[in-house]
């Protein structure tokens, strides 16, 4: 049981173009899923929460604007990287949470996808 | 938000030694989970904890919360080259309001 999809694995675009990455939960619901980013040899770095339903809360620094975080279902999120530059490269990673429910507390951890490596050209 | 810490860093042994990596904050989690991190895919639940002095076992991995619920160790025995990967401690705070990652233990493990 809780199985991610992370879709894609490899992205290779253009300057300028931009990208979305997919995550689904495959037999759970995520009330709750995260965005990581991961750069070489080092650990995960929080972008932002993403509650079902409502918008998603950014980590300071993170621009809003550049990643465009949608989470409109209870098994899926989207990532959306805009007009992508080289410095956005990276091994982006999500996450999700089966929340059991609002305003309750389910004790439950946090499930990976396999992430997306986005190399911009 | 919390900072966690983990040490070693980095951690080169020969295959059957035992090892022992340490995940320490100054403040309390409500839960905390580890990580297993191979190259190019997401990190992998191993074990949650959630009541301070906690141990639990999954083979040949031991997993010990500390009593204030503040620490937490996770000690291999007899090292395999499987076990190779990056270790990652996540604390989860005020009963999932976040979740905090440490840096990362970088277990390699030689046959």
Same mark, same amino acid.
């Given at each position: 049981?809780?199985?991610?999809?992370?879709?894609?694995?490899?992205?290779?675009?253009?300057? *300028?173009?931009?990208?979305?990455?997919?995550?689904?939960?495959? /037999?759970?619901?995520?009330?709750?899923?995260?965005?990581?980013?991961?750069?070489?040899?080092?650990?995960?770095?929080?972008?932002?929460?993403?509650?079902?339903?409502?918008?998603?809360?950014?980590?300071? *620094?993170?621009?809003?604007?550049?990643?465009?975080?949608?989470?409109?279902?209870?098994?899926?999120?989207?990532?959306?990287?805009?007009?992508?530059?080289?410095? /956005?490269?990276?091994?982006?990673?999500?996450?999700?949470? /089966? *929340?059991?429910?609002?305003?309750?507390?389910?004790?439950?951890?946090?499930?990976?996808? /396999? *992430?997306?490596?986005?190399?911009?050209? | 938000?919390?900072?966690?810490? &983990?040490?070693?860093? =980095?951690?080169?042994? &020969?295959?059957?030694?035992?090892?022992? @990596?340490?995940?320490?904050?100054?403040?309390? =989690?409500?839960?905390?989970?580890?990580?297993?991190?191979?190259? +190019?895919?997401?990190?992998?639940?191993?074990?949650? @904890? @959630?009541?301070? +002095?906690?141990? !639990?076992?999954? !083979?040949?991995?031991? =997993?010990?919360?500390? #009593?204030?619920? !503040? #620490?937490?160790?996770?000690?291999?025995?007899?090292? &395999? $080259?499987? #076990?190779?990967?990056?270790?990652?401690?996540?604390?989860?705070?005020?009963?999932?309001?976040?979740? @905090?990652?440490?840096?990362?233990?970088?277990?390699?493990?030689? $046959?």
């Amino acid at each position: 049981g809780a199985v991610v999809s992370q879709h894609p694995s490899w992205v290779i675009c253009k300057s *300028g173009t931009s990208v979305k990455i997919e995550c689904r939960s495959l /037999d759970f619901q995520a009330t709750t899923m995260f965005w990581y980013r991961q750069f070489p040899k080092q650990s995960l770095m929080l972008m932002a929460t993403s509650n079902e339903g409502s918008k998603a809360t950014y980590e300071q *620094g993170v621009e809003k604007d550049k990643f465009l975080i949608n989470h409109a279902s209870l098994t899926l999120s989207t990532l959306t990287v805009t007009s992508a530059h080289p410095e /956005d490269s990276s091994f982006y990673i999500c996450s999700a949470r /089966d *929340g059991g429910g609002a305003g309750t507390y389910s004790n439950q951890p946090q499930h990976f996808g /396999d *992430g997306t490596r986005l190399s911009i050209l | 938000t919390q900072l966690l810490e &983990q040490s070693p860093q =980095f951690l080169s042994i &020969q295959e059957g030694e035992n090892l022992t @990596v340490y995940c320490n904050s100054s403040s309390v =989690f409500s839960s905390l989970q580890w990580y297993r991190q191979e190259p +190019g895919e997401g990190p992998v639940l191993l074990v949650t @904890v @959630v009541t301070g +002095g906690e141990v !639990k076992k999954l !083979k040949r991995l031991t =997993f010990q919360f500390g #009593d204030a619920r !503040k #620490d937490s160790s996770l000690h291999i025995t007899a090292a &395999q $080259p499987g #076990d190779t990967g990056l270790y990652l401690c996540a604390g989860e705070e005020n009963y999932g309001q976040n979740f @905090v990652f440490g840096p990362g233990t970088r277990l390699s493990a030689l $046959p």
